[in-house]
C-alpha cells in the first residue's frame, strides 16, 4: 500500500493564481481531511469529507475548495492564490468518522509571491 | 475550536521526565497524540476514548479527563529519539472535526 500520496511536493504561484492539489489514499479509508501547518500555529483544518460526496468545512475553509467524487481522492483546489495561502499543507485520511487514527500525506509545500 | 497545549516548548536531558497538557472547551469523544519531526508529516502516537478505551503503542503513556475536557501526555525516561514536536487533536462529541493545537516542542539532549 502506498498509503496517503500527495503531489506536488513543492509549489510557487504567483498572487491571483489558481491551483489543484492533490490527495489520493489507497487504504479505502472513509474519512479524508486538509490541514495547513503555519510556523506557531499547529495544524488547522480546511475541510473535511466523511465519504464520497459528502464534503465539510473545517476552521479556516476561505479560499480554498474541495470535493469528494470517488473514496479515493480528496484534491483541494485554491481559487484564487494570496501570500496568506503560503504554508504546508497535510491530506489525512482514517478508517472511520470518528475516533481512527489519522493518517497523514508527506505534505505540500506551498509558496505565494 | 482548536484545544489549548502547554507547555509551548520543553528541555529534557535524556532519562527524564515530562508532562504536556492539552485543554478543550467542548466536550469530547476522543483526544489525539501525534508527533512530528522536522520537515515529516505527523505521527500518530495514540488515541484516548471517551469511556475509557486506549489505543496506542511505544512506552509514551497518557490520560484522558473526560469532565474536565483534558489530556495529558507523559513521557517518561525520554531518549533522543523522543524528540520532536507534539499535537494533541480532539474531536467534539457532537461533530465530526478534528482539530490540532499549536504544538509542544521537546528537545532531548544527552
Known amino acids: 500500500n502506498a498509503g496517503v500520496t500527495q503531489t506536488p511536493k513543492f509549489q510557487v504561484l504567483k498572487t491571483g493564481q489558481s491551483m489543484t492539489l492533490q490527495c489520493a489514499q489507497d487504504m479505502n479509508h472513509e474519512y479524508m481531511s486538509w490541514y495547513r501547518q503555519d510556523p506557531g500555529m499547529g495544524l488547522r483544518l480546511i475541510h473535511y469529507?466523511?465519504?464520497?460526496?459528502?464534503?465539510d468545512q473545517g476552521e479556516v475553509p476561505n479560499g480554498y475548495n474541495v470535493s469528494r467524487s470517488t473514496t479515493e481522492d480528496f484534491p483541494l483546489r485554491l481559487l484564487s492564490a494570496a501570500p496568506s495561502q503560503t504554508s504546508v499543507y497535510f491530506c489525512a485520511s482514517s478508517r472511520a468518522d470518528r475516533g481512527y487514527e489519522q493518517y497523514f500525506g508527506p505534505g505540500t509545500r506551498l509558496t505565494v509571491t | 475550536q482548536q484545544p489549548v497545549q502547554s507547555p509551548q516548548a520543553v528541555i529534557l536531558r535524556e532519562g527524564e521526565d515530562a508532562v504536556i497538557n492539552c485543554s478543550s472547551s467542548k466536550a469530547l469523544y476522543s483526544v489525539h497524540w501525534y508527533r512530528q519531526k522536522h520537515g515529516e508529516a505527523p505521527v500518530f502516537l495514540m488515541i484516548l476514548l471517551k469511556g475509557g478505551e486506549q489505543k496506542g503503542h511505544e512506552k509514551i503513556s497518557a490520560s484522558f479527563n473526560e469532565k474536565k475536557q483534558q489530556s495529558s501526555l507523559y513521557l517518561t525516561a525520554s531518549q533522543l529519539s523522543y524528540s520532536g514536536t507534539y499535537f494533541c487533536g480532539t474531536e467534539g462529541s457532537n461533530d465530526y472535526k478534528l482539530s490540532f493545537g499549536a504544538g509542544t516542542t521537546v528537545t532531548v539532549r544527552a
Open positions: 469529507s466523511v465519504g464520497a460526496g459528502i464534503t
